[in-house]
């Protein structure tokens, strides 16, 4: 298995000269799979370029006999894992997992280094009637186990 680490600086050389970020690199006893974003959204140029420099820094080390390599954006029903993808879901639905347990939903407000300003949707019942209210939550990351897009195909 090659070292996730190894992937991870060879990507960091790469993504230097862009304006890409690594979200998460996967390495499995046969397949690497790497995926990376960027503001704007990243293209498959990007992901081709991206492939072959990977795949020409270990050819040496004959790990393409025994390995495969994916380089790819994450889909959108992956979780957020990196603070870049935060901000370039802000005004965004995203429902996130606590790591106490609790689901909250509501619109991504904000987000810096330390965590997020969400803008939680918070329904009850008064008088049988549905009532929903907003409250601003702050999370830092290391209180959020998941947070996911709600995808919505709404006009």
């Known amino acids: 298995m090659i070292a996730k680490e190894n ?10 000269s862009s304006e890409c970020f690594l979200v998460e690199v996967k390495s499995a006893p046969s ?18 370029s991206l492939n072959r420099f990977i795949f020409d820094a270990l050819e040496a080390d004959n790990v393409w006999e025994t390995h495969e390599l994916e380089v790819s954006s994450p889909g959108m029903d992956q979780p957020l894992r990196v603070y870049q993808q935060y901000l370039r879901r802000i005004g ?11 689901e909250l939903k509501g619109k991504l407000k904000s987000a810096n280094e330390i965590g997020i300003e969400l803008l939680e949707l918070i329904s009850r019942k008064e008088n049988k009637k549905k ?18 897009l709600i995808l919505s195909f709404k006009n």
């Open 7 to 16: 992937i991870e600086n060879i990507v960091n050389q790469w993504i230097k």
């Open 31 to 48: 397949k690497v799979t790497v995926f990376i974003d960027k503001p704007a959204g990243v293209t498959l140029a990007e992901c081709s």
């Open 92 to 102: 965004r639905e995203v429902r996130i997992i606590t790591t106490e347990g609790r």
């Open 131 to 148: 009532v929903i209210s907003e409250e601003l939550r702050l999370l830092n990351y290391e209180n959020i186990k998941e947070t996911k």
